[in-house]
Nanobody, 120 residues
Framework: QVQLVESGGGLVQPGGSLRLSCTTS????????MAWYRQAPGKQRELVAS???????NYAGFVKGRFTISRDFATNTMYLQMNSLKPDDTAVYYC??????????????WGQGTQVTVSS
């Protein structure tokens, strides 16, 4: 029922910037936790950044200081602003949302991913 749709990926030169978007089919107020993950070929999926209501953000060490996670509650959209991109940032980036609680039970979802390629 719930869909997460990523967009904003593409090809960018090293040092460049991209902004990824994740739009959800229901209010993101219901997702206490939202996060961005990424997976490069031959590697495990890894956490990039997370955002927890009311406003706690966490970042993986390899992106801290370069990436910023945010939410726009009016448009049900989560963003990942990526600056100073490096070739090893190349991966498929996935949106994740979790509203699990004792009241709702297990309630989490993944998007299908958007490709980010950093190359000169």
């Amino acid at each position: 029922q719930v869909q997460l749709v990523e967009s904003g990926g593409g090809l960018v030169q090293p040092g460049g910037s991209l902004r990824l978007s994740c739009t959800t089919s229901r209010s993101i107020f219901r997702f206490n936790l939202m996060a961005w993950y990424r997976q490069a070929p031959g590697k495990q999926r890894e956490l990039v950044a997370s955002h927890v209501i009311p406003g706690i953000s966490n970042y993986a060490g390899f992106v801290k200081g370069r990436f910023t996670i945010s939410r726009d509650f009016a448009t049900n959209t989560m963003y990942l602003q990526m600056n100073s991109l490096k070739p090893d940032d190349t991966a498929v980036y996935y949106c994740y949302a979790n509203g699990t609680s004792l009241y709702r039970g297990i309630d989490d979802y993944w998007g299908q991913g958007t490709q980010v390629t950093v190359s000169s």
